[in-house]
């Protein structure tokens, strides 16, 4: 009776009775497959064509291996084809170029391996996921199940809506962004893009009406420090958006060098600013 093979790795099953005084090789052998299918190291070059992992019954080949190096620079979307069998691969894509590299079988669904970035990829004999990503890059989560074994609950996520309330136990900070008056009296503006930040800051060069935010979130909260220059005197008109206590827009501080803060919440059903004026800070 000949040797048959297993399904998944292709390893040798020998028959009883069969290889006689030489069935320890075989199982040697066998052994430092299953080593490969364990911890096995291939490494690929890729460029515009797409790759086919090789296959061996019994014998060293590149689909067994477990981790994955695939280096080269990509001048075309490249198809890593790996077996329709059901394994794990660990996958490092360090290419270049502005391409993907995807893994997939023959006929099942692909998986995107970003650039930069080291994943599991699952075949389940068709189709190919990836679970549990580990980045070697910084790059937006924008699936739970993506962020290892953080549980969910833990980590403040993209999609708005959600019901947990996000606890922080440091710092919360955003960059300031500094505005800047377009064009001349009376014809002035200052324009703010509310995605930019929650922080801004405006240097009082002439008079000048502060536009309607655009970009914004509801509920959004934006802070403006505004400086006179050194002749001071300027003016600060503002948007229809902008709604102030009492009805009345508030007047900046006209001293030379002299600083105001402005405070706004943004509220989306009405479609207005709510805010109000901090004067003269000294």
Known sequence: MASTFSDQLRLEKQADGENENTWGQI????????????????????????????TANGDFDQARNMFIDVTGALTANVNVIIPPQP???LVNNATTGAYALNFKTSAGLAVEVPQGEIQVVVCDGTDCGIVNGVPTSIAEATNALQLGSVPAALYA???????????????????????????????????????????????????????????????????????QNGSGNNTLSYGSAYKFPGGSPPALSTGANQIDYLAFEYSGADGFWIGNLLKDLS
Do not use: C, H
Request: aromatic share 4%; proline share 5%; hydrophobic share 45%.
């Open 157 to 227: 996520r993209k999609d708005r809506g959600t019901p947990s309330d996000q606890v922080f136990t440091k710092a919360q900070a955003v960059a300031r962004v500094n505005l800047s008056i377009v064009g001349v009296p009376p014809a002035a503006t200052v324009d703010v893009d509310a995605s930019l930040s929650n922080a801004f800051r405006l240097v009082m060069t002439a008079n000048a009406t502060l536009q309607n935010p655009t970009n914004p979130y509801d509920g959004q909260t934006i802070r403006i420090v505004v400086k």
């Open 27 to 54: 199982a040697n052998k066998q052994l430092e497959l299953l080593e490969d299918a364990i911890s096995g190291r291939l490494a690929l070059v890729a460029a515009g064509s797409d790759i086919t992992l090789g």
């Open 87 to 89: 394994k794990m691969y």
